[in-house]
């Protein structure tokens, strides 16, 4: 009789864990790639992240349509995350965009401490994309919310060291953004940690691209960024998160339905869980998500999958 090969691999690394919110909720430790259980013993699930907005004029309306009117508020949406199961709010000030609304730092940081106490779960805080509006923002939230760790979203090689000094002052999660690059990413981890910050408060973004928007490559670059870890690159075994809301911006996923697709809300639901799916098995520790039905189904899967509930 033929005898199977053992073909699991041996690693001598493994991601740091780091600690979230008010430390009951930790990303990382894990010892080898995901799901397969002969080689990586610990039964972790990514965790999900729920997007909520605190402006919602340019929001995708059929995205309103799956909240029930409770968007409007993002205090009650943020709730309504949790009662869906969420893991992390991930909160998103477009309000204090310079050219729109201009809402101030401190109504910024108001807002977010609500949050945190009405769910009692980890909030993301992430800006507008105003790079300058948004450091000094997020440097207002840094010091004025309190008792718990934010992840603070986010940094990039060209400017970090006045928000990293904010969430190091203030004893939050820094994350640091590199654009599809295992050396961009390890570079990024290296000058968050050669300034001063912790690894075990850090998180990396490699950038997770849409199904339809070069998501195969975003799932090698994550797949070899979690691969050196294991093997031992210190520089890379921080937990990584991957946003998969930009499969809202993929317009197969979105445009209105001609009759052979079917309704936009599925196929925009089913995108975002395939994109969600791809970063989770590449090894995603942490996955935000706009859509409560791919997020559902990104929890059940790694649920399943994990024999974790």
């Not at 509006?133 to 207002?140: A, H, N």
């Not at 950038?207 to 998501?215: P, V």
């Not at 395939?274 to 189904?297: H, N, W, Y």
Request: with cysteine; proline share 4%; glycine share 8%.
């Amino acid at each position: 009789m033929t005898e199977i090969p053992n073909v699991s691999e041996k690693y001598n690394g493994e991601t740091i864990q780091v600690a979230l919110g008010k430390g009951d909720y930790v990303a990382g430790g894990a010892k080898g790639m995901p799901f397969l259980s002969f080689e990586n013993p610990n039964k972790l699930r990514p965790m999900i992240a729920g997007e909520v907005w605190d402006d919602i004029t340019d929001y995708p309306e059929i995205a309103k349509e799956m909240f029930s009117g409770r968007c409007d508020d993002p205090v009650e949406w943020a709730t309504m995350w949790k009662e869906l199961g969420a893991d992390i709010i991930c909160i998103r000030l477009m309000s204090i965009d310079p050219f729109k609304k201009n809402a101030s730092a401190d109504d910024a940081a108001t807002l977010v401490q609500r949050i945190v106490d009405k769910t009692n779960l980890p909030v993301m805080v992430s800006g507008c994309g105003n790079v300058e509006r948004d450091i000094e923002v997020l440097t207002v939230v840094c010091e004025k919310v309190k008792n718990t760790r934010l992840l603070i979203n986010k940094v990039e090689e060209g400017e970090y060291k006045k928000l990293a000094t904010a969430a190091m002052a203030n004893n939050h999660v820094i994350i640091g953004f590199s654009n599809l690059d295992v050396n961009l990413a390890k570079q990024m981890n290296i000058l968050l940690s050669d300034f001063g910050v912790e690894t075990n408060n850090m998180l990396m973004d490699p950038l997770m691209a849409a199904l339809g928007m070069g998501l195969d490559y975003s799932y090698s670059v994550n797949e070899r960024i979690k691969l050196s870890a294991y093997s031992g690159d210190k520089m890379l075994q921080i937990p990584m998160i991957c946003d998969c809301t930009s499969s809202w911006d993929v317009g197969d996923a979105t445009e209105e339905d001609d009759g052979t697709m079917g309704p936009a809300s599925f196929r925009a639901t089913w995108w975002e869980a395939i994109t969600g799916m791809a970063a989770m098995v590449s090894g995603a520790d942490i996955l935000v998500v706009r859509g409560p039905g791919a997020a559902d189904m990104l929890k059940v899967y790694a649920c399943e999958l994990t024999e974790v509930m």
